[in-house]
């Protein structure tokens, strides 16, 4: 594979362009229709230049392959990469604007029980480019015309973020850059299992993005039979990352809680939540499990979700339900991906 030029910080591309014997000034010219998600081969600028990029850098690193269109207006896509690897990303939309949901590894090896994205390990890490051009090629099919661009990312697609942590800061730095697409930091919302050590580093980077642990248990040990990360950081350490990320950003932090059958979603787990969270600037995000059928997990009812957060409500924690969309397009959390290998490799 050759070198990603999405990778590259507007400095970076500047220094590039007067190392290939350009003006600086091109480096300009360049940089706006690649934050525009236009190939290299499109982009309006000298073609000994193109030529020079197009024999170092791959003219497309992210396509993409299919999409899914639900009745609600969400779209699921899968993305292939210039080496012929499969992501998956979604775009939904809102009142307020265009949420992204953004993959940043190809699988993933933390091995959360309930998660498709993990099933076959980790592949790859995905370039701080291949990151940002999920996000390029999706507004570019909006920003033009009436309809609003992508408004806000969260790093909620296949990957843990902080396992890529370098990549994933390089991205945060390029989505956020003024003469980009130029993202606020607040519109954006990295999730991640709690690699304790490296949210302390993000907390220290002055990049006040949403912070979302995936807290799915109340314990160590249910955490531990669920989310093999919890045989390295407790509980309490996360909480202790968390308040620090708080006191360095401002943020209020959000905790994801997928309820699982048997597992998390009893009164006896909601008084323990009530516990654990009262009183700390954080909020709640209850989620209803997605079948993977790999995994032998049930979800609960809609009716029994609702339970759960009234008891999380009454017991004064901020909380809510995440509501389903684009469930009739199928998958969510890793399951488009291993879909759509399973389908190609029969
Ligand atoms: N690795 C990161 C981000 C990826 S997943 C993390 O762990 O946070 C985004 C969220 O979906 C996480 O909270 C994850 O635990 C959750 N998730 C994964 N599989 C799920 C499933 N089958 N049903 C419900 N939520 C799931």
Known sequence: MKDILQDLS????????VELGEKPFRAKQLYEGLM??????DINVNPELRQKLLERYEDEPVKIEKTFFSSDGTEKYLFRLADGNIIEGVLMKYKYGNTQCVSTQVGCRMGCKFCASTLGGLVRNLTSGEILCQVLVVNAMYASGKERGVTNVVLMGSGEPLD????VLAFLKNVTAEGGINISPRNISLSTCGLVPKIYELADQNMPVNLTISLHQTTDEGRRRTMPIANKYTIAEILKACEYYFKKTGRRYIFEYSLIAGENCDKSHADELIQ?????PCHVNLIRLNEVKERNLKPITEKEAYRFLGLLEKGGLSATLRRQIGSDIGGACGQLRAGYIKTNEE
């Open 164 to 167: 890529n942590y370098d990549c």
């Open 276 to 280: 654990l969270l009262k009183g700390k």
């Open 10 to 17: 507007f400095e970076q591309l500047k220094n590039l362009v």
């Open 36 to 41: 525009r998600g236009k190939r290299i081969s």
